[in-house]
């Protein structure tokens, strides 16, 4: 079946053209989304938003989608390769409560997310969290080490250059480290909660944090095929 997929999805539409500005995803219901692709599978497309103001990546499962534009002037036709009615390991909102959903926007999207899609959060959180502990580790270094380093420079001669120096390398290296390690560490505290959370949530519904998953792909400017091998956790 997959290859029959991708097949169907390298059966493309080359025609001559303008090349467009961006790539656009055309779903089922003509709705156009302005894009920046950066992955095709026979599953989904993986891409960025660019009609958003924070370009975030995110996914479209290809069974939403009828077209894609390519900003080369190529088309690919995939609403009649891709059966319609996929169905997600489980549905979006099916262990929310209806009646009692959290005000807090974050955890509103905890419960209504179906598992696939809380994976893809957890990982993201979590990989900020390490991004924000390492972030708070090294400028915390850099603050100390200026600080040793200003207080050796300052006492070092008798020139008062040394001690202007010394003492401005002292005073700026930690005050601009200490703020930015304390941002750092602020994110790691904000996204290991929000992983912590995400993960509560698949612990709730039995279901596991890691998934591995085998599928073939297709990148559509080189045209090429290959199998993907991925570790979601």
Known sequence: MSQILLAALLCQNAFAQEGRKNDVIVKRDSSRIQALITQMSYEKINYRDLGKADSAATYIYLDQVARVLLKNGKIINVKDSIPPGRIPPDSVGQYADMNNLPTDPFEKSVVMAN????????????NRAIDGKQGAIVFTSVAVATLVSGIIVASTGDSPDNKTIGTSLAIAGPAVG???????YKNFKIHSRKAEK???ELERRNQPLTTLRITPAIDPFTKSARLGLRLSF
């Open 178 to 184: 200490v703020v930015f390690g304390l941002i750092g």
């Open 198 to 200: 995400i993960k509560t």
């Open 115 to 126: 598992s696939d899609q809380l994976r893809d959060k957890y990982e993201y959180h979590h």
